[in-house]
């Protein structure tokens, strides 16, 4: 046990270093756009999008004149006289602002001054700046413009100076008031009634001026003279990128400034947006590559003492040390023996020993063998869940065939509770009529994916079963990989190697996917697929038909690689028979019309989902969706008969289509609508298919006539409601089964 502690420790000290070699590499991040670029002016750091010529700022608007004839230097906006404090990259800026005063004697006015403030492009933020005007015969204006004209102004009246109070600004020496949202200009106009006659020589000058909320507390000597000349105060503006909103600016992929790992959230003053990093990523999230994942494990310590921290991709995990119970964080459970043992031995305990050691014997036999009973109740249990599960039948099947790949493992239930925290709720990737799938982490630090089936369901055991033989014997770069599978427990556990970036269902329909995705990945994706079917259904010894090709089925690891997953409902088609007779199984939209008619089964089933997936790329939008009319509910008719009324450009995505690509579009288009024919002798194999898109790869893009792409906007509005990037419908996913067919119909929000 102390030799494993021990090994443990040195295993944790190693990871720990590891961590913080990790976190002095990616320490030197740049913020600025290359090297070249000035990253500081006087005390100012200069952030892209901001700054200092060439393209060093993402455009005028965010230039910065760096003036060196000051010590230190001093930063300007443009190319204006407007000073900056403090740039930062949550979307504000920190100016220096002037303030207007109007002052008399007993002869009259003696000096004024009107001061004004024009921005181009950036807001003064509503919320952080105040307006506040002093004096006691004072009538002083804010106006300008924010989309239309604005003024509010406030009034400050006093008699005698000692009714006035340090610290309040209710009107009495002293006056406040908030600026409307969205002000680009403002000037500050002062106006007296009496020319401070009956206050001279209290209150000689009134003064106005916009600045930060905490930044200017009233002090009563501020009314007899204020050092008004070399005072300027800090006001806050909001900059935003573009003019436009997230969902605009992201189908123009190429100016769309959110760069990997960060989101785009829409500006409050309804004009450009800002980017923002990741939860769990830190650095410039306008520059590619600048968002970088944070290492907690070295910034937070997160982890309880005994337990090894491991730093992931946006966050991180607690890994307790064997036989250690708890999710291992200082917040949570941490990590603690299951019996710990804290018994103090006391004077009474003692005596108790002394007298009953032979009644303790005789107890401690009975616990023991209670105990015994117990574990060989509880390996019966493992051994029937075990045999219920088919792990008889699995290694007989193992054995018969040999040499496909390394041996699927065998885990243990204990392996698996562990890797998955007690199947934790924090650790769920995703729900659905099959069952969970949980994210784990095995003892050797390997992230795994483990899918747990519906309690209950006898039929689940079959299709799990059929899923590992399947799985077994495939080894494609482009088909989800198998590790193993754990039988001991009443539903078998599936465990399945992590694929980091979710399904092309999210990445397709899903608002808050993080980048739309390019044409190229989009074929590049279809043919990744279409590849991986093609071997499915005739490299493999035995083909293989998957059944539910599907976007949800569809996973894409970390450089958008796709990875076929979701066997459950696979067939292995015996090479002596072209068809089989099986129970309909598929999803509703995907569907084969004519195997959902005869139940017969051949591999041209799956052509005919793929033709559906084509469609949905090139569309962008959903498989079934009840906002169409009736008769376009389904994409594949719909899309069909488009295609026969050459209309095809009404439905193609806004997001991808260009004057460049619509060929090689109406190709795969084409392709599509050769897959969903009705007729199967009339589809294309997948070998086929997967040949085809690699050809379509490789062709040169012809630029189309733009005459031919007129007339598309104006169509758009039958499609729009149905696919994702027009207005925040958001999807559901619906489990159904029919009673003798298992069919399940992914719908959009049906409410
Ligand atoms: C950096 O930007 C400057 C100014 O735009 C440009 O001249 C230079 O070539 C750039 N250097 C690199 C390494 O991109
Ligand atoms: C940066 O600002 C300068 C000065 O306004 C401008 O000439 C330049 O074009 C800007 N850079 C970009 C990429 O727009
Ligand atoms: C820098 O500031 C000085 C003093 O205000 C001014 O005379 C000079 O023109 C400025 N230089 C630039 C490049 O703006
Ligand atoms: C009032 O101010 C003006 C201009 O500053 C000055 O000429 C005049 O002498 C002042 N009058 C008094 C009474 O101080
Ligand atoms: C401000 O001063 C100018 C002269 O310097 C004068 O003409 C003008 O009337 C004054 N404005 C106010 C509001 O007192
Ligand atoms: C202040 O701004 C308002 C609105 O833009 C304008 O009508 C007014 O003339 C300006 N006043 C001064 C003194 O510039
Ligand atoms: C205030 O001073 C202005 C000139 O500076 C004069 O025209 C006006 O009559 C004065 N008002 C009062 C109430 O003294
Ligand atoms: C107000 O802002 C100025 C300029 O940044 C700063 O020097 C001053 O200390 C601030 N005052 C307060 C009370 O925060
Ligand atoms: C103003 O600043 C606050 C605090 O920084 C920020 O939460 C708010 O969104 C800003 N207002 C606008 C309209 O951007
Ligand atoms: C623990 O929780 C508190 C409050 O929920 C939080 O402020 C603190 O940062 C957390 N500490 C760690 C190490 O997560
Ligand atoms: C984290 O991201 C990097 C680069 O994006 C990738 O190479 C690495 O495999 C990812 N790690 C995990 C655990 O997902
Ligand atoms: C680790 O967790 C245990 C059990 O929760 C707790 O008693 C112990 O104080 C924790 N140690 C640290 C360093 O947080």
Redesign the pocket.
Known sequence: MGLIRSVVLIVQQVILLNAISAVKATAAVAYQANSSCQSRCGEVSIPYPFGTGGDCNVSKHFFITCNTSFTPSKAFLTTSSIEILDISLNGQLRILADGSYDCYNNSGATRNFTYWLQLGKFFINNTRNKFTAIGCDTYARVEGFSGQRYATGCLSLCNNINDVSNGSCSGIGCCQTSIPKGVKSYNITIESYENHTDVLPENPCSYAFVAENDNYTFSTSDLRGFDFKDKLFPVTLDWTIGKTSCKEAKMDTKSFACKKNSKCIDSEHNSGYICKCFEGYEGNPYLPNGCQDINECVT???CNGTATCINLNGTYDCLCPPDYKGDG???GTGCSLPNKDQSKRSLLIDVALGIGVGFLGILLGIVLLCWMLKQRQISKLKRVNFQQNGGILLREQLSKRQGYREEVKLFTVEELEKATNNYHESRILGQGGQGTVYKGILADNRIVAIKKSIIGDPSQVERFINEIMVLYQINHRNVVKLLGCCLETQVPLLVYEYITNGTLFHHLHDDDAALDLLWETRLRIATETAEALSYLHSAVSIPIIHRDIKLANILLDNNYNAKVSDFGASRLIPSDEAQITTIVQGTFGYLDPEYMHTSLLTEKSDVYSFGVVLMELLTGQKVVCFKRPEEKRVLAMYFVSLMKEDNLLDILDPRVLTDKNVEQLKEVAALASRCVRMKREERPTMKEVAHELAGLQAMPKHPWSKSKLQGEESEYLLGDMCSTYTDGATSSSMGYDSINNKITFELEGAR
């Open positions: 937070m310590s997160p964080k200082k917040n």
